[in-house]
């Protein structure tokens, strides 16, 4: 299996965001997701409450961040 490397904001995007860990995304929904919470938040506030979540919940934290990398690597396309 051949993966890429995928920005580590749009892994920050999907880390922060509303979307439940438990919900079956497709990619179309990974992307929407990514997309609209950097729209909002911007890359900034992204990292500020990935940083924060890993100070107060490191064991949930990083659970989660590699489940946000994992459907990133899947759902957006390697750069060129």
Excluded: N
Aim: with cysteine.
């Amino acid at each position: 299996m051949t993966t890429h490397t995928v920005d580590p904001v749009l892994c920050m995007a999907l880390f922060v965001s509303d979307a439940p860990k438990s919900s079956e995304l497709d990619d179309a929904a990974i992307r929407e997701t990514v997309d609209r919470t950097l729209e909002r938040l911007g890359p900034d506030e992204c990292y500020a409450r990935a940083a924060e979540a890993f100070g107060d919940r490191p064991e949930t934290a990083l659970d989660r961040i590699q489940w946000a990398r994992e459907l990133c690597t899947r759902a957006m396309p390697a750069a060129v």
